[in-house]
């Protein structure tokens, strides 16, 4: 594609959002070089990782400027971030090896081998634990983020090609030529195999509503699992060769990648409906996104690419909060150190207070709210209980109340 054709294009993508597309528009393009295959985002540093076969790319989220061009890393097909301790891991297909990257200086920290064709990589920052599908020994490899060692294997089904992890609930999601595997985070065990179309794509996870998002490219549509029960409970079909899923849990959209017709789809989870149809470069592949700046990025494999959408319907412009309700989100989350909490008390409501329980049920941490506001409110958290005491790791629930109003809980999911 020409510069010309892509000045056109992001014309043309720019004026069909203005009048009917939720606010989503292309915003940048930025040259990767070569091709553009995996990508992960860090909310916290406002980073964008891509792999190009022979290096990986890091961008500045805020300017779209290539800051640092990571050489070593080779071969490398898909790429996963933990944003808690600043690290890329990146499997490399030609050496057969996960690279270890740390990001506060982009320097290698070790390579660790593994079997031939490592394919997808996804991190648990929770339990900081590696996934890893091979795609010709039908396995997922388990590694341990702090030894950097493989400590286990897992038989899935055949071909696996990508993994996804809901950190909420500590459960891991192949997709393989027919089927799903479910394993269980806990003891790295599969726990059933799910049926599906063939040739599933990449798999998103919304932790927020326990909804996993499987691409079917080859019947156009994206199945929706309920992770409680593991059972289909839904299908998008206003897609086009889908191949990969973005999730924005805050405002609950999907954003699906179709290879060969150069697109986006924007999906409306809780409706269903198709918000719109984005135009982007040759090959969209991999996808991910940004919540804290509302941006989503799309590589674009056979451009060599990195199209930047923007979705204004959440971030900072509109509150992804409906001001009618009492409501709250966090983001970091999972966090180390810090997070803030969103608070959505509707102006009238009387009483407001939000508490932080542990898993047994018992309070350790409250903050007094007041009345309503006008707008949300941003609530900081350092980890510490009203004792002082820092928090040990682990899953927190955060609860707000106001009197005379439906409670708002949500997971905190806390890391050393």
């Not at 006008?374 to 682990?394: E, Q, R």
């Amino acid at each position: 594609m020409s510069f010309l054709q892509r000045v056109i294009l992001v014309s043309l993508v720019l004026c069909f959002t203005i009048t009917g597309t939720g606010q989503v528009s292309v915003i940048d393009t930025i040259d990767v070089g070569y091709i553009a295959a995996g990508i992960g985002v860090n909310p916290a540093t406002n980073r964008i990782y891509v792999s190009n076969g022979y290096w990986i790319t890091e961008i500045d989220g805020a300017s779209g400027a290539v800051i640092d061009t990571i050489w070593g890393a080779s071969g490398v097909n898909d790429l996963d971030v933990d944003t808690v301790r600043n690290r890329v891991y990146a499997a490399s297909i030609s050496d057969s090896s996960v690279y270890v990257i740390d990001c506060s200086d982009n320097s290698l920290v070790t390579d660790i081998p593994v079997e031939y064709y490592p394919y997808g990589l996804a991190v648990n920052q929770v339990t900081n634990k590696i996934y890893v599908a091979h795609a010709y020994d039908n396995n997922v490899f388990v590694i341990n983020g702090s030894t950097n060692s493989v400590i286990d294997t897992i038989s899935v089904g055949a071909g696996p090609l990508a993994v996804a992890v809901n950190p909420a609930t500590n459960r891991i999601y192949t997709s393989e030529q027919f089927s799903v595997s479910v394993i269980d985070g806990e003891g790295d065990s599969l726990i059933t195999s799910i049926n599906t179309v063939i040739g599933p794509g990449m798999i998103g996870v919304n932790p927020n509503t326990n909804r996993i998002y499987v691409p079917g490219q080859s019947r156009d549509e994206v199945h929706v699992i309920d992770g409680a029960t593991n059972a289909w409970i839904d299908t998008f079909e206003a897609v086009d060769y889908s191949i990969a899923v973005g999730v924005y849990p805050q405002i609950n959209r999907i954003y699906v990648s179709n290879y060969y017709v150069d697109s986006v789809s924007v999906i409306d989870v809780s409706s269903g409906s198709l918000v719109s149809s984005i135009g982007v470069g040759d090959t969209p592949r991999t996808i991910c996104v940004n919540p804290k700046t509302s941006k989503i990025y799309v590589c674009c494999h056979d451009e060599g690419t990195v199209w930047v959408l923007e979705d204004l319907t959440g971030g900072v412009e509109v509150s992804p909060l409906n001001p009618s309700q009492l409501k709250f989100s966090v983001f970091p989350n999972p966090f180390s150190g810090s997070t803030e909490f969103l608070l959505n008390v509707p102006v009238g409501a009387t009483g407001a207070r939000f508490s932080i329980y542990n898993v047994s049920g018992t309070l350790v941490k409250s903050f007094s709210i007041g009345d309503g506001f006008a707008s949300p409110i941003t609530l900081p958290w350092d980890g510490k209980g009203d004792n002082g005491k820092k928090c040990v790791s682990g899953v927190y629930f955060g609860v707000l109340k106001a009197d005379k109003s439906v409670p708002s809980r949500g997971k905190i999911l806390l890391v050393d």
